[in-house]
């Protein structure tokens, strides 16, 4: 069973202020005891206490062990705004790609242009148009 009490190989973490290199982001690599072996966003890899960094994947955990029910990380009853949340698979390599235009500032914010994208395939009638007939009027999607 989940307990979510300790650091898992893959937890993301920051150090904690007052520790050397505070605020560094990072992944664990290997957990001896209460020694973390972490792969800094730096490429550098270094030795912490658990105690020292901030793990935000056990505080993950350790929420959805207390509050299963929760939606997307806001309590039940709480709306900030007129969204949804939808879990989409692409393609690794398109993604990567997409990610690197992302980073290069290429894309725009990524709701905004998910949401221009989705406008474009309903617009005209108001019901959604085929992947045929989008790139029959626009020549390709890409």
Same mark, same amino acid.
Request: hydrophobic share 35%.
């Given at each position: ?92 390599? &398109?993604?990567? #790609?997409? *990610?690197?235009?992302?980073?290069? $500032?290429?894309?725009? !914010? /990524?709701?905004? &242009?998910?949401? #221009?994208? *989705?406008?474009?395939?309903?617009? $005209?009638?108001?019901? !959604? /148009? ?13």
């Amino acid at each position: 069973m989940l307990d979510g009490s300790t650091a898992r190989v893959g937890d993301k973490i920051r150090v904690k202020s007052g520790k050397d290199g505070a605020g560094i982001r990072g992944v664990v690599q290997a957990v001896e005891a209460k020694r973390l072996t972490i792969e800094l966003d730096t490429g550098k890899t270094v030795e912490y206490n658990s105690p020292d960094v901030c793990n935000y994947s056990l505080a993950a955990r350790k929420a959805w062990i207390k509050m299963p029910g929760r939606r997307v990380g806001r309590p039940k009853g709480s709306r900030q705004c007129d969204r949804i949340s939808v879990t989409l698979r692409f393609d690794k390599a &398109l993604w990567h #790609r997409f *990610l690197l235009l992302e980073k290069d $500032g290429k894309t725009g !914010p /990524r709701v905004e &242009l998910f949401n #221009r994208m *989705l406008a474009q395939i309903v617009s $005209g009638s108001g019901r !959604p /148009r085929t992947i045929a007939s989008v790139k029959s009027q626009e020549g390709s999607i890409g």
